[in-house]
């Protein structure tokens, strides 16, 4: 009689050969006690319908996906937030190309994952040991992550989803003046965070150019 727990996976990434190589590694791990299933989504949408759909245990994460303006989801910091609000009960694992300090600290502090991994630096076998660690006793934090916890990065320079999407919609051309047509805040909130944002990037002046180009260099557009 098998009194295996069926223990569910969902891959999140837009690369469908990253995808599958995920998908191999986890596919071949023998726990004692579970039996692994998996499955992806190349998008935060797609990925939002199965979480509705499907009960998860464990997500990973890649945090960049192409933009278009069917996305109601923009990033996969946005879903990781969306998952830890309304099921918090499932573990979230971040896997990134993003190296920039500042953008890693800010994942930190909106998911707060049970893992994270730089994919530049993550082996399979760093991929396996992060998923027993999740399993028993998370967190798991790459070194380069892990050194990043010891950094002297300010804790208050937090960017949220609001902020992201200003960010999103000034990188489209839209006119500050614009914004409230798309984002549900007054004019003058608004320009109260871009005033914010361009201090937390260390910018000046009037226009966005110089704001814009400090928030794609960090991954954040």
């Not at 299933?37 to 997500?59: H, Q, R």
Request: contains cysteine; aromatic residues 8%.
């Amino acid at each position: 009689m098998n009194d295996k727990k069926v223990l569910k996976i969902l891959l999140v990434d837009d690369h469908h050969i990253i995808l599958e190589g995920y998908k191999n590694v986890l596919s071949k791990i023998i726990l004692d006690n579970y039996i692994i299933s998996v499955e992806t989504s190349d998008s935060c949408d797609s990925a939002w319908s199965l979480l509705e759909e499907m009960k998860f245990d464990i997500v990973f994460l890649d945090i960049n996906f192409p933009i278009s303006e069917k996305n109601k989801i923009l990033s996969g910091e946005d879903l990781g937030v969306k998952i830890k609000l309304n099921f918090p009960e499932i573990k979230i694992i971040v896997l990134t190309v993003l190296g920039d300090p500042f953008r890693l600290h800010n994942i930190l502090l909106n998911i707060n994952p049970d893992g994270f991994l730089l994919k530049g630096e993550t082996t399979s076998e760093e991929l396996k040991r992060c998923f027993a660690k999740v399993i028993t006793s998370p967190p798991y934090y790459g070194s380069k992550v892990s050194k990043l916890l010891h950094s002297e990065i300010s804790k208050n320079s937090l960017i949220d989803e609001t902020d992201r999407n200003i960010l999103y919609q000034l990188s489209l051309g839209t006119k500050t003046k614009d914004l409230p047509n798309y984002i549900h805040l007054s004019l003058r909130a608004i320009e109260d965070r871009k005033r914010k944002l361009k201090e937390t990037f260390g910018v000046s002046g009037d226009g966005n150019k110089a704001l814009l180009e400090k928030a794609r260099q960090s991954g954040y557009i």
